[in-house]
């Protein structure tokens, strides 16, 4: 039982578009929510997060927009470039840890 | 580097032995956190530790799991009787309080 679901597998984007990751949480409890981006042979590398007292939060190239009613959360990416394809994480802060999404692969072509 | 660091980065073993894996944290951060990744999924909390005080474990931890963080900063997670199973990509990752943790490049297990 996913408590933190990214439903889409894949994504591709074209280089200078606007790259949109959705997820999708269970628990409206849930107060701290984050997105991380993986690489091939690396572990993940934290990108942004946002609290549930906010709706936006913004870190140049990347916005991290939370609908609390609906339970969802997204990530914007604009605009795209090659060195963005990576696995996108989305993660909630649940007690003491995270709880991670499946993921969802990125692939932005030049 | 500063960074968080795992030794070995890959370990191949067969089915029933011991293998320990190692985790430095980001020196001034007082938590700790130990998380499995297998294909296509995202990574699974197995065990976290404020300090040395191990804090929380998943109920994916069996008995043959163990952790230890003896002095507060580097931490070594040990599998007993490895199962073919376990073969997953072992992360560690750090904090200071409560924000997202810092991940090291993790330990790739296969066992045979």
């Known amino acids: 039982d996913q408590q933190v679901k990214q439903n889409s597998p894949s994504l591709s984007v074209q280089e200078g578009r606007i790259s949109i990751l959705n997820c999708d949480y269970t628990?409206?409890?849930?107060?701290?929510f984050l997105w991380y981006k993986k690489y091939p042979a690396e572990g993940p590398t934290f990108l942004i997060s946002?609290?549930?007292?906010?709706d936006k939060n913004e870190d140049g190239r990347f916005t991290v927009f939370l609908n609390k009613s609906a339970k969802h959360l997204s990530l914007h990416i604009v605009p795209s470039q090659p060195g963005d394809s990576a696995v996108y994480f989305c993660?909630?802060?649940?007690?003491?840890?995270?709880?991670f999404g499946p993921g969802t692969r990125l692939s932005v072509l030049p | 580097d500063t960074g968080v660091s795992q030794n070995p980065r890959h370990k191949i073993t067969k089915r029933g032995q011991n293998v320990t894996f190692r985790c430095d944290p980001i020196?001034?951060?007082?938590?700790l956190y130990w998380y499995r990744q297998t294909l296509g999924q995202g990574p699974e909390f197995l065990t976290y530790?404020?300090?040395?005080?191990?804090?929380?474990k998943s109920r994916l931890l069996s008995d043959r799991f163990s952790a230890e963080r003896p002095k507060g900063s580097f931490s070594t997670l040990e599998i007993q009787r490895t199962e073919q199973g376990d073969s997953a990509m072992y992360l560690c990752?750090?904090?200071f309080g409560s924000g997202g943790g810092y991940f090291g490049p993790g330990t790739r297990l296969t066992v045979l």
């Open positions: 993660a909630v802060n649940y007690g003491q840890n995270f709880v």
């Open positions: 990752a750090s904090s």
């Open positions: 628990n409206s409890m849930f107060d701290y």
């Open positions: 020196s001034e951060h007082n938590r």
């Open positions: 946002i609290s549930s007292i906010k």
């Open positions: 530790f404020q300090n040395e005080a191990q804090l929380e």
